[in-house]
């Protein structure tokens, strides 16, 4: 389980509601992207990983040592000094796309499918590649069987190779399914 510091520093302070956003629980998401700091992923008091839904767990405190992680010891919060610039704007664009992805979800007429994905695959093959499957697994960097796989259905793409995918095309998650 991961977390913004500073999402729960600033719900406790103003009185709002403490929550998990889903995203958060996702390892493709490693930033917050309205605060652009790393999510923690490790107590800055006991030093152990946050367990979720733990018998004893509480909205915004470790589940282990019970401290309050909305504020580090040092004052300071998980920084991106040391990710380089162009790893920040992906890593950004990660947890937009994807928090975009659960935003529309709900609005949806239905569930995506493993033939909805096929069909979004082969569309962006006919684009990228003017449907040649091997030159757009070539282009990806991508084995053919399992881009041939994906476009007939057979298999989905774990949600971090689908995030790879779309930002090597620069296209939103749900801009590639849709």
Same mark, same amino acid.
């Given at each position: ?22 995203? *958060?629980?996702?390892?493709?998401? =490693? ?10 992923? !490790?107590?800055?008091?006991?030093? =152990? @990983?946050?367990?979720?839904? $733990?018998?004893?767990? $509480? ?8 401290? *309050? ?12 000094? @040391?990710? #380089? ?23 949806? #007429?239905? #569930? ?7 069909? #979004?695959? =082969?569309?962006?093959? @006919? !684009? ?11 282009? +990806? ?5 399992? !881009?041939?796989? *994906?476009?007939?259905?057979?298999? +989905? ?22």
């Amino acid at each position: 389980m991961s977390w913004c510091p500073i999402c729960y520093q600033e719900w406790q302070a103003t009185g709002s509601v403490i929550y998990e956003p889903l995203f *958060w629980s996702l390892a493709v998401v =490693k930033v917050c992207s309205l605060h652009h700091c790393l999510l923690a992923e !490790v107590c800055p008091y006991c030093h =152990k @990983n946050d367990l979720f839904l $733990r018998w004893h767990s $509480r909205l915004g405190y470790c589940s282990q040592c019970q401290m *309050w992680l909305g504020s580090l010891p040092d004052n300071s919060h998980n920084n991106l000094k @040391n990710i #380089a610039e162009q790893e920040l704007e992906v890593l950004l664009w990660i947890s937009k796309s994807v928090g975009e992805l659960i935003a529309a979800t709900p609005s949806m #007429a239905s #569930a995506i499918t493993k033939q909805d994905l096929a069909k #979004a695959f =082969k569309a962006h093959i @006919n !684009v990228v590649s003017s449907g040649n499957k091997a030159e757009f697994a070539r282009q +990806l960097q991508l084995p053919k069987n399992t !881009v041939w796989l *994906w476009c007939n259905g057979r298999n +989905l793409p774990q949600l971090d190779t689908l995030v790879q995918i779309c930002h090597r095309l620069n296209r939103s998650l749900i801009e590639f399914i849709t």
